[in-house]
């Protein structure tokens, strides 16, 4: 059973500043951000807007490895 610790992109944008806050950094609403936490994936599309907000690609990809891992071990 997966608990909201387990919710590696909720982590990423709350490491980041919360929803709101990534939303307006990097352009985005926070229907969308929060939609990604929902759906714990960021299309690779909204990656670039993510980047110029200041998170790494590495924590990009980490957070959808780990989520993807997480569910297939489940």
Known sequence: MMTPMD???RNLIVRHGGTA?????????????SN??????IPTRHWPALRA??????????AI???EE?????
């Open 65 to 67: 490895k780990s989520d």
């Open 21 to 33: 806050k990534v939303a307006k950094k990097c352009g985005k609403t926070s229907q969308v951000v």
């Open 53 to 62: 907000a200041g998170i790494s690609v590495e924590e990009l990809a980490e």
């Open 7 to 9: 919710n590696k992109v």
């Open 70 to 74: 997480t569910q297939v071990a489940a």
């Open 36 to 41: 990604w936490i929902a759906r714990k994936s």
